[in-house]
């Protein structure tokens, strides 16, 4: 989701003649009982909130808040790993880093009567468990799409990553032990 700074490797390494390694989690995949609206990008999120206020749960990243702004009649739950510095009026701001467990998301949507979650394609394990807590609870979520297709080869794990560099170097590949 970094979309500025793998633009910029991108960039760099063409400029420096250099390989490049991506490494990138498999996006997350809808599962029976999800309720998703897929949205393209924040501002398509915050639309798709509607008009009809509603309680969110916003899992976004502290830097994707400004389309939210524009839609003051809904309450805000906003979870970030840093302070947000433009903070949304009147929303609840929690300042948490995952991994987080299924049973703790299901009890924080519960606790704040959430009625949406809004959350980015981000993949992987540490943050999956709002998922699954919101399809527990029968929530929408508004999931956001990755803002660019991977790079061509990008690696899907530390191992198919370290083999890539390996073969960038011209080094031997690993042996196992």
Do not use: C
């Amino acid at each position: 989701f970094a979309a500025r700074i793998s633009g910029n490797a991108e960039k760099a390494a063409r400029l420096a003649g250099v390989a490049l390694v991506a490494l990138e989690r498999a996006p997350w995949e809808q599962r029976e009982g999800d309720r998703w609206t897929p949205a393209k990008d924040m501002e398509e999120a915050a639309a798709l909130l509607g008009e009809r206020p509603r309680k969110a749960f916003l899992a976004v990243g502290r830097q994707e808040l400004a389309p939210f702004h524009a839609r003051p009649q809904h309450a805000y739950v906003v979870r970030s790993v840093d302070p947000v510095e433009d903070a949304i009026p009147g929303a609840i701001s929690i300042l948490a880093r995952g991994p987080f467990r299924e049973e703790d998301e299901r009890a924080l949507l519960r606790d704040h009567r959430i009625e949406a979650v809004v959350a980015k394609n981000s993949g992987g394990e540490a943050t999956y468990a709002k998922i699954a807590a919101a399809r527990a609870l029968g929530l929408e979520v508004v999931m956001v799409a990755r803002p660019r297709p991977s790079p061509a080869g990008a690696a899907r794990s530390v191992a198919e990553a370290e083999a890539m560099v390996r073969h960038a170097l011209g080094l031997p590949a690993a042996r196992g032990e």
